[in-house]
Nanobody, 113 residues
Framework: QVQLVESGGGLVQAGGSLRLSCTAS????????MGWFRQIPLKEREFVAA????????HYADSAEGRFTISRDSAKNTLYLQMNSLQPEDTAVYYC??????WGQGTQVTVAS
């Protein structure tokens, strides 16, 4: 079972930026679609962004479009989420996933107003 480890979360002021990273423990990273979801207490986990393994096409939730950028470095088995113009409503635990087959433990992002 692959292990996914997120990092890069933290506290940032509104309008600031963070870059999340997700490192996979195995080499199958590049053969799967990868994505980011987020969750706040008492709400369902919601889709943020995804990148396909063929062609590297990207897809974003409306809330992330234009502000967030998903990318991957297959040589490093690492997925990234660059988040710009962060707003308080972006506060959540962010999870990376390998095609929804495996999930990381999550990293907290808190945006202060």
């Amino acid at each position: 079972q692959v292990q996914l480890v997120e990092s890069g979360g933290g506290l940032v002021q509104a309008g600031g930026s963070l870059r999340l990273s997700c490192t996979a423990s195995d080499g199958t990273f590049s053969r799967y679609a990868m994505g980011w979801f987020r969750q706040i207490p008492l709400k369902e986990r919601e889709f943020v962004a995804a990148i396909t393994w063929i062609g590297g096409s990207t897809h974003y939730a409306d809330s992330a479009e234009g502000r967030f950028t998903i990318s991957r470095d297959s040589a490093k088995n690492t997925l990234y989420l660059q988040m710009n113009s962060l707003q308080p409503e972006d506060t959540a635990v962010y999870y990376c996933t390998k095609d929804r087959l495996a999930w990381g433990q999550g990293t907290q992002v808190t945006v202060a107003s």
